[in-house]
């Protein structure tokens, strides 16, 4: 079992401190995270909080509570102690999904913080070498669409490829311009975020449009009604699920059995979760990709090193931070990402 391999850690946690990050990014939005840092015996482990809710990230700060988190545990005494705190200070959330978020902050600063403290890495630790991890760039099109944005990105790096999310507003020719590049890898419907800023509601037009136009593509989280349910008979295998993903019950809970999923961390909450769920995908032959959240610090890191351990050929929607900027410039690293020389801890710097 993956979680044995890390679950009887023992970590020494001596005291923590919280810290925002704040950027601008290329979906026109001012994002706000919370890198949480545990301090102990000489080492510190970091996380990060990547709720989305930039006035949630200021009340915590603000707050200044002291966590019952300081003491010596294992790390799956630890998580059982995290679960027990309510991170939100007496607050409702504005989605239940961002308490896994704030949990898995502390979680992943623990397993950094164990696992350096036992002068190890996640990959000598769970018997997995590091790999070179390909990635593919996630933006939105300009509004209205025209497909410029990928070709201007084409022009800076030809090797690059994308994850989109398609919109109402894409037309035949859109589509045609951008399934010429050979360069789309995944369509993200944005059908299953009910009740969020960017849920796209059903569309059998755009889906139909999206499945004839990128026969090759994965597409992700369609909205499945009576109306566009059937636009996806004999097109399941290209369905990948995201939003829905947070445990092993939710994979289960799908409407088929699916052959690509979509793997984000903090979605899962405790690292008991992720790699129970990524164990029962892999025994199954469920193929994996990872997936990002516009982190702005170390939990973009998080994320390589996870795919670099279990799924580094697949299309990961998880390109370096610099690729979220508003305005990208210099030298950007270029797919795959090599392992780093010397990992330690939880990190992959």
């Known amino acids: ?113 164990a696992l350096k403290q036992a002068d190890t890495n996640l990959a000598e630790r769970l018997g997995r070498p590091y790999e070179s991890v390909r990635f593919v760039v996630s933006t939105r099109l300009e509004e209205p669409p025209t497909g410029d944005r990928v070709l201007e990105w084409l022009d800076r790096d030809p090797e690059l490829e994308f994850k989109l999310d398609p919109t109402s507003a894409w037309t035949d020719d859109v589509v045609q311009r951008l399934a010429a590049t050979d360069a789309v890898q995944i369509l993200d419907l944005k059908g299953q975020y009910h009740g969020t800023t960017v849920d796209q509601p059903a569309d059998p037009a755009l889906y139909e449009r999206v499945l004839e136009g990128f026969p090759g593509a994965l597409i992700e989280d369609p909205a499945l009604d009576d109306e566009t349910r059937p636009l996806f008979e004999g097109h399941e295998p290209r369905v990948t699920w995201d939003y829905p993903i947070r445990s092993v019950e939710t994979v289960e809970d799908l409407p088929w059995e699916p052959e690509w999923l979509n793997v984000k961390p903090s979605r899962f909450g405790s690292v008991r979760s992720l790699l129970e769920t990524i164990e029962y995908c892999l025994e199954r032959e469920i193929q994996l990709f990872g997936g990002g959240q516009f982190e702005l610090d170390v939990g973009r890191e998080h994320l390589h090193a996870i795919a670099s351990l279990f799924y580094p050929d697949a299309p990961n929607d998880v390109a370096p931070k610099a690729y979220n900027d508003p305005d990208p410039n210099g030298g950007l690293p270029s797919s795959p990402l090599s392992p780093p020389a010397e990992p330690r801890g939880f990190s992959w710097d």
């Open 1 to 113: 079992m993956l979680y044995e391999q890390v679950s009887d850690l023992e970590l020494e946690i001596d005291d923590y401190e919280l810290e925002q990050r704040e950027r601008e990014t290329s979906s026109g939005f001012t994002r706000a995270t919370t890198v949480v840092s545990l301090h102990g015996d000489g080492e510190t482990g970091r996380g990060e909080d990547v709720t989305y809710d930039n006035d949630a990230h200021e009340t915590l700060l603000a707050a200044a509570a002291d966590f019952p988190v300081t003491g010596e545990y294992t790390l799956d005494s630890f998580s059982d102690q995290l679960s027990e705190i309510d991170f939100f200070l007496g607050n409702e959330p504005n989605q239940s999904i961002f308490r896994n978020y704030r949990q898995w902050a502390f979680e992943s600063a623990a397993l950094d913080l």
